[in-house]
């Protein structure tokens, strides 16, 4: 009996514990995917938006039906930013921001925060994009 008793108040603990990871990853995760871009352009190869965009945020996703697959942005501490392809390297599945690296639920790699691979099976970084800052600009080259 307190065997079972025991199993239950351990199950109940796990399923707390996953509601607010997931609660506390979804927030991460819908707060940074809402940014507002201003001047936001995106042709063919180049994506561009004002710079002021980014506010204090330090990460900022795009999406969009004209683009293959989501992007990120990152603005590093010396003010400088990269930017790379939301897309695992292992089968070309898209990745996840976790809040502080990424991860790709189709096989569990995750990806540092710099996009390189830190769990198997993904072996090669995130693909990375040229970013120039041109004026109160930033530009994403995608090719
Ligand atoms: S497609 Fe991402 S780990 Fe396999």
């Keep these: 009996m307190s065997n079972r008793r025991e199993f239950i108040k351990q199950g109940a603990q796990a399923s ?3 509601c607010l990871a997931l609660s506390v990853f979804s927030s991460v995760f819908e707060s940074c995917k809402t940014a507002a ?3 936001l ?3 063919e190869n180049e994506i561009s938006f004002h710079l002021s965009s980014f ?10 039906e004209r683009l293959k697959d989501e ?3 990152v603005k590093k501490k010396d003010g400088t930013y990269y930017a790379m392809k ?3 390297t ?6 996840r921001y976790t809040g502080d690296s990424f991860f790709c639920p189709t096989h569990g790699s995750t990806f540092d925060m710099e996009g390189k691979p830190t769990t198997a099976p993904a072996m090669r970084p995130l ?4 970013t120039i800052e041109s004026g109160t600009r930033l530009i994403v080259k995608l090719t």
């Design 86 to 88: 939301m897309q695992c």
């Design 55 to 64: 506010g204090s945020k330090k990460i900022i996703f795009i999406s969009d």
């Design 37 to 39: 871009l201003t001047g």
């Design 41 to 43: 352009t995106i042709e």
């Design 71 to 73: 992007v990120v942005i």
């Design 90 to 95: 292992h089968q070309m599945n898209p990745v």
């Design 127 to 130: 693909q990375r994009f040229t």
């Design 16 to 18: 707390l514990g996953s």
